[in-house]
């Protein structure tokens, strides 16, 4: 950031413009008019979203390490698709963490790590889905197997807590378009209600009141990540604005001196020469 850069682009003339889409009424993102002031804000924010992204994918590699940990300790020797996806997640996650916390990192570099850590958090909370797959030894006759309509793999709330913390964290931590953390949310929630619904629903016909609990805490979720991310997002620009203002002013204030230095030497060297 430095003069001539912000004579080019004039404070007064800064403004925002809010980018809309068709698929949603509401405002979804603020951005400046000038190409070149939004590539700088993205300079000047590029270490708070790697710091963001690193807490994101620190949070994710906790809960799948956690939940490979108690898939492990669980009773039972029967092989499922979450207690082999677990340790990948949290291996893909590790290696992702290692990638982004590097001291040279380009914003271009750190949205493609957003995105990734955005496609493998949809995998993790889909895999935790309440799918009726079980890969194992079968159960002993005259016994209800791992697949019956009582089994803990198909609980129609299996899996949402996992959705609600993929979802806000993607709204609030991984420095991805807002667009993009909506389609995302909406992609994982529509994901668990279509494998509730076929895999939970014919075994179970009562569950319609757990999935309505499920949509509501899913819609709260969506609503508080993005009365966040907003929120978040603009002060975030206005504390750039406050920042560019400031420094702008500075350097201008030194070239006015500069400028009387060179137009009034003399006078300068009579006000600071003591009296004879």
Known sequence: MNGPAMEEVPFPSVRTR?????FLAVTCEDEFDCKELETLFQKYNLKLEQ?????????????????????????????????GSHPVHCVIFTSLFIVTNVKYLQVTQLQQIARLALLFSFTFALLCCPFPLALGHSAPQGTMSAQGPDAPSTKPEQ??????????????????????AVLFAILVAASHFIVTATSVTSR?????????????????????????????E?????????????IQQRLQLEDENEKQRQNNPAALSNF?????
């Open 204 to 232: 179970k016909p009562h569950v319609w009141t757990p999935l309505v609990a499920n949509a509501v805490l899913l819609f709260g979720v969506n609503l508080s990540g993005v009365f966040v991310r907003v929120l978040t």
């Open 234 to 246: 603009r002060a975030q620009r206005k504390a750039f604005l406050q920042a560019r203002n400031c």
């Open 18 to 22: 809010r980018r809309k889409t068709r």
């Open 51 to 83: 710091t963001a992204t690193l807490k994101a994918l620190a949070i994710l590699i906790l809960a799948a390490s956690a939940l490979a940990l108690v898939e492990l300790l669980s009773a039972g020797s029967r092989f499922t698709v979450s207690k």
């Open 159 to 180: 899996g949402v807590w996992q959705l609600m913390l993929v979802t806000f964290v993607a709204y609030s931590l991984l420095p991805v378009r807002t667009l993009l």
């Open 272 to 276: 600071i020469s003591p009296p004879s």
